[in-house]
């Protein structure tokens, strides 16, 4: 039998001991995302629900990207976007054309207002004639615009709501509107639906989405002939409706290359697809 000498022995312990510390080679840690970090986005509330779901499923493909999302109001987002003060911008209104000139911008879809009844109102549809009178009380009984006798109720949101200020700027233009003297103000979808549940006489302002398209507890009037439906929204047949945009630096060397990423991201398949479905 072969027998060790010291060395041999002092050296094979010292093997057993690096084996089993794992200590056979320097270790490799996950090499961290390059796009990393916290960033800010700025814009109008109207387009808060696609900034979100964009931001939220550009942040699952590189762990890291922490997201802060401000409703600061579309005017205010082009400045802060030109000026380097937030990292994203959005609006909720048509830019301007000296705006145009100032950054780049991208088509997010568009926002619309319904007008919801009772589910057993057995009217379909209102014209911007009819929805204008209607809410000023000119109109105040339901058989007056084809449907059952009975007084309508009205239902507005509060008036910073984009929901409302859409309704106002289709239906009355510049004109301030002399809303009914009973009319009830509400200050969120879910009040404004279950209000129309409390009463099935009344008439109310809903912001579309997936949500108002697929409750069964309300049902959403066509304006002037076109159904208030997410395709026709989209194609722009739906009136009641306002564009939403992206917006960023145009100065490319000023432009963080997570922002440019995201960018690439919104404009490709993956982006464009989530804002075809509406769903957010």
């Not at 056979?24 to 996950?30: A, L």
Request: hydrophobic letters at 35%; glycine letters at 10%.
């Amino acid at each position: 039998m072969r027998k060790l000498g010291t060395k041999a022995i002092a050296l094979a312990v010292i093997v057993l001991l690096v084996t089993a510390c794992g200590l056979t080679g320097p270790t490799t840690s996950p090499t961290a995302d390059p796009f990393a970090g916290n960033y800010r986005g700025q814009g109008g509330g109207g387009a808060l629900p696609q900034m979100r779901e964009l931001t939220k499923q550009f942040s699952a493909l590189h762990p890291g990207m922490t997201w802060i999302l401000e409703d600061v109001g579309s005017d205010a987002s082009p400045t802060l976007v030109d000026s380097g003060d937030t990292d994203i911008g959005f609006t909720s209104r048509d830019l301007k054309e000296e705006e145009k000139t100032k950054i780049n911008f991208l088509p997010l879809g568009a926002a619309g207002t319904g007008l919801a009844v009772n589910p057993s109102n057995p009217v379909t549809g209102l014209t911007k004639d009819q929805l204008g009178k209607v809410f000023t009380c000119s109109v105040a009984d339901w058989k007056e615009v084809g449907g059952s006798a009975g007084k309508i109720r009205t239902f507005i949101r509060e008036p910073i709501s984009a929901t409302r200020t859409t309704f106002e700027s289709y239906v009355f233009g510049k004109t301030k509107p002399a809303y009914c003297k009973d009319v009830v103000e509400v200050n969120d979808l879910p009040t404004t639906v279950s209000s129309l549940q409390q009463f099935p006489s009344g008439i109310g302002m809903v912001t579309m989405s997936d949500t108002t398209y697929n409750d069964k507890t309300i049902k959403l009037l066509a304006v002037d002939g076109v159904a208030a439906n997410a395709d026709n929204l989209r194609s722009g047949k739906y009136g009641i409706r306002r564009p939403l945009w992206l917006i960023w630096q145009k100065d490319q060397a000023k432009l963080k290359p997570a922002m440019k990423a995201f960018v690439e991201f919104v404009q490709g398949p993956e982006g464009q697809r989530i804002l075809a479905s509406g769903s957010f």
